[in-house]
């Protein structure tokens, strides 16, 4: 059995940023007298962020390939005017309109990818290009207007919700439901886990914390679906999130895939010596980075109901954040998704607290810059000591 | 003066899991070679690395003193201002700069921060000339061997008033007469009134050049032997190393030689960069089941050069030349078909080539070969656990668990993860690219057998060696190449360790 004080120390490290996501969140519920944590605000703050999660994921991927993404942006609001003009000046439908754009996005990956896995093109300087031309084709397609409004379809999107199967007054009972079985789900993976690790005979955390863990986890779980079920209920962008952050999580996790991805990023010699057949896996990382855009393109539009020539402005300073406060590492090879969910999160929340409290852009730009490199210096603080 | 230079006491330091020295004690005279050897993972770079503040006083338990003070090191710099230089193991040289700028990294010849180039070359000349390194001041060090590159360092260490000199496994990957000529210019720091230490697991070299020689075993000090009062022979290093006799350097084989596997003819290679340099010069080389085959050579003969192009083109341009294998010709242009086609190269190079050093080590011993424990691209974690825990046990990895990181392991050790990556990607004919640098006595002779096993079940067995004994010891057949061409070819029965010598040499400008 581990002493406490070595399970704290290896624990901060993992549990680190949700203590500080937590702890932020407990500030902003004083500051703004309990607005934060209101089920309307509540589902803003996902509507809000959801996008910036979207993109952390393929982000992520990216970085622990070793390698940044500075068009995410940029593509995310080229998609968007694609999508616009595709609705609103073809009158294509929606669901085809939505396909399309997807693939749009994966060509886009396809385009970034080939220059930097097969031409050899330094990422940075690649999507630092794609930055610019993608920002300039967005004008190019809205001639420089704002193109919407769009079909009922595309906007529920972003601002639709769940239907409920049953009618209970003033509670959204599916929410609760759905909100039980996945925390079912959750704690009947921890068990089979602990029990795995038990039998191969490895250090498990002992009981009464995984006990606690579970608590807070189904706690945190059950909390939000109450919130939200006092309001109108799950986002139709929460489930997909929920869905793409399971997806997103065990491809990293647990596939051969992943595994690849993390050895290239950690030593990409060592890794192509031993059959990984890195540029191919770049080329995908970028597809798949082009993709997510698209989906996170189409949510923007559909929340405002509008595509404008500055949409996304800047959305890559976030989501490159989100995945350094979540603990990936600038030189590649190290990273976890649900880490680039939480710094999501954190980012998310402080957007919409100092907001509320009514501070500028221009210190809340200023804030937020300072809490990433707390975050890293965190991180990076604790991997020196842990040597 | 007291005529100990440095004295350590009681030295405990653990890591996270691992304790790795145990109450260790170990002293210094002043003007002797001190060996200190030991199996991988018995403490030695870590012993050195808490002498010379890499691992920061606070860290560790004990008591340092170093010419009768006491010294309490927070890192590098500090151990070096009273004349303490380590030289690890793998070369800390900017490889784009001149031997002038590295001589004097950090410790620049200038004035108020501007660099006095005048006296900059005139000292680096005159130690160059300390170390007998015939090479222009301003010679890049990427051009350089990397037996030459050793000599610089300790230029380096001489240009910072080096008192007490450590090596760690200087001639690890050095051929003999660079090795020689290492060994030469310490025991002429020695006459000088240099100390040094001198890690290796060469017990050769260890036993002519040392003055005492203390071991280590499991992280504790099992007895300083002093070599002027008694002739120390290298069997009675090697029984204080492993515990017990060990009577035979080279286990015992019977050779069963099948039928031709696999057969490289007119295989040409151009340098990646210089691209009208052959590097592989119309090479013809072949390997039958069974056999285990040794390439011999100088350091830059152009044999891991040869290997890594024959693995799936990993190094060169302008390849041509045909592959068979079982007499059919096959396509191995690509590292994944060289894989799937049965071939497998394990690097000399681990740091850089062989592992994912950030990754643990069950990570990089499935790392070739993962669909072998995954099922349909899921990888099954349970499976991997056991088939690595297997190789571990196997191989003798000396490790907490296999969930470990491969950067925290001995680099002995991390030498073994390479080799069972290889062995788990279960090829039929492997390219082991001195799979023994680094590694112990014990352990060699572990992988001897091990390479013995993997004959016996009829694989071809490539063997590059910069250590005759071994290619003596083990081979069926040698071949002997020379800048990039192969000069000779002879059964080990009929070489000697004179004859391979004069084919290594000869011509040698
Ligand atoms: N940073 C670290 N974290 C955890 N364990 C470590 C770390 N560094 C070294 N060790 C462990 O300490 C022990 C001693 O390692 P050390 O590198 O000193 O061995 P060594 O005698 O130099 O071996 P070799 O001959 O293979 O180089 C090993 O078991 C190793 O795994
Ligand atoms: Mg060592």
């Known amino acids: 059995m581990k ?40 589902t803003n703050l996902v509507l809000q962020n959801s996008y910036i999660i979207i993109m952390a994921l393929g982000m992520l991927i990216v970085i622990v390939a070793g390698w940044i993404d500075l068009s995410v942006g940029s593509v995310a609001a080229v998609i968007g005017a694609v999508a616009a003009v595709l609705m609103v000046r073809l009158d294509v439908n929606w669901v085809v309109t939505f396909m399309i754009s997807l693939l749009a996005g994966a060509l886009i990956g396809a385009f970034q990818g080939y220059w930097i896995a097969y031409a050899k093109i330094p990422a940075f300087i690649v999507t630092l290009a794609g930055m610019l031309v993608f920002r300039g084709l967005t004008l190019v397609i809205l001639n420089g207007e704002a193109v919407g409004p769009f079909p009922v379809g595309f906007q529920k999107l972003s601002s639709g919700f769940i239907p409920d199967f049953f009618n209970y007054d003033g509670l959204h009972l599916t929410t609760i439901v759905i909100g039980g079985l996945l925390s079912i789900i959750l704690i009947f993976m921890d068990i089979k886990n602990r029990k795995n690790q038990q039998k191969y005979g490895f250090d498990v955390t002992p009981f009464y914390f995984f006990i606690i863990k579970n608590i807070v986890i189904t706690g945190a779980i059950m909390g939000l679906c109450f919130l939200m079920a006092s309001y109108k209920g799950l986002p139709n962008v929460l489930v997909i999130l929920v869905i793409l952050i399971a997806f997103y999580g065990f491809i990293t996790s647990k596939t051969t895939l992943g595994r690849r991805i993390y050895a290239m990023g950690g030593n990409e010699k060592a890794a192509r010596l031993s059959g990984v057949n890195s540029p191919r896996l770049l080329f995908y990382t970028f597809v798949n980075m082009g993709v997510l855009s698209a989906l996170a393109g189409m949510i923007v539009a559909a929340r405002l109901n509008v595509a404008t020539p500055k949409a996304g402005d800047g959305f890559e300073l976030d989501v490159i954040a989100a995945c350094y406060i979540g603990g990936a590492s600038a030189s590649g090879g190290i990273g976890k998704i649900i880490g680039a969910v939480v710094g999501a999160f954190l980012i998310g929340v402080m957007n919409n607290g100092m907001s509320i409290l ?11 810059g300072l809490v990433l490199l707390l975050a890293v210096y965190f991180d990076v603080y604790n991997k020196n000591k842990s040597i | 003066m007291s005529d100990v230079i440095l004295e350590m006491r009681n030295i405990t330091k653990e890591f996270p899991g691992v304790t790795a020295l145990k109450n260790v004690s170990f002293s210094v005279r002043r003007g002797e070679i001190h060996a200190l050897v030991g199996e991988n993972g018995a403490g030695k770079s870590t012993l050195m690395e808490v002498l010379s503040g890499v691992h920061p006083y606070g860290s560790y338990s004990g008591d340092i003193y170093f010419e009768g003070k006491e010294c309490q090191f927070r890192d590098i710099t500090q151990s070096e201002a009273v004349g303490l230089v380590i030289i690890h193991q793998e070369l800390a040289l900017i490889p784009f700069l001149s031997i002038a700028e590295n001589l004097f990294l950090g410790n620049e010849r200038a004035k108020n921060g501007i660099i006095d180039w005048n006296k900059t070359i005139s000292d680096a000349e005159a130690l160059l000339k300390k170390v007998g390194l015939k090479e222009s001041h301003s010679t890049l060090i990427t051009n350089m061997g990397v037996g030459k590159q050793q000599q610089v360092e300790i230029a380096k260490a001489l240009a910072k008033e080096v008192r007490l000199l450590i090596l760690d496994e200087p001639t690890a990957s050095l051929n003999e007469s660079d090795s020689e000529k290492l060994l030469e210019l310490l025991l002429q720091l020695k006459e000088n009134g240099i100390s040094s230490i001198l890690i290796s697991h060469k017990i050769g070299e260890v036993s002519k050049v040392a003055d005492s020689i203390t071991i280590l075993r499991d992280g504790a000090t099992i007895e300083t032997l002093d070599c002027a009062k008694e002739t120390i022979t290298e069997d009675r290093i090697i029984r204080g190393m492993v515990g017990r006799d060990l009577t035979h350097r080279f286990p015992e084989r019977k050779s069963n030689i099948g039928e031709t596997i696999f057969e490289i003819r007119d295989w040409n290679v151009y340098h990646p960069l210089h691209t009208d340099r052959k590097v592989s010069d119309n090479i013809n080389i072949s ?13 830059g003969s152009g044999r891991t050069e040869l290997a890594m192009s024959i693995f799936g083109e990993a190094y060169g341009t302008n390849i041509s030349g045909t592959a068979y294998k079982n007499g059919e010709e096959i396509d191995i242009s690509t590292i994944e078909k060289a894989i799937s086609n049965g071939i497998a190269y394990a690097t000399e190079d681990r740091k850089a080539y062989g592992l994912i050093l950030i990754d643990q080590i069950k990570d990089n011993i499935t790392l070739a070969n993962l669909d072998a424990v995954a099922g349909h691209g899921v990888i099954n974690e349970p499976q ?56 112990d006595v014990g352990a060699k002779y572990e992988i001897y057998t091990i390479i013995n096993q993997l004959a016996s079940e009829g694989k071809g067995i490539f063997l590059i060696s910069s250590e005759l004994p071994e290619i003596l010891g083990i081979c069926d057949r040698i071949y002997v190449m020379r800048e990039g061409k192969i000069v000779a070819e002879m059964q080990s029965s009929e070489a000697t360790q004179e004859k391979v010598m004069k084919y290594i040499l000869t011509n040698k400008r």
């Open chain 1, 3 to 42: 002493t406490l004080a070595s399970l704290f120390k290896k624990n901060i490290r993992e549990y680190g940023m949700l203590i500080a996501l937590v702890m932020i969140m407990v500030f902003f519920q004083w500051k703004t007298g309990g607005i934060l944590m209101k089920p309307i605000n509540i």
């Open chain 2, 287 to 299: 390997v039958r089941r069974g056999e285990v085959v040794g390439i011999s050579g100088l350091m």
């Open chain 2, 384 to 439: 991997e656990m056991t088939v690595t825990g297997e190789y571990r046990d196997k191989l003798g990895i000396k490790c907490s668990s296999i969930l470990q990181l491969a950067r925290n392991l001995s680099g002995g050790n991390q030498q073994k993860v390479v080799l069972s990556k290889w062995l788990f990607a279960n090829p039929e004919i492997l390219f082991l690219d001195e799979p023994t640098r680094g590694i």
């Open chain 1, 358 to 368: 009514g501070i500028g852009i221009d210190w809340q730009q200023a804030i937020k």
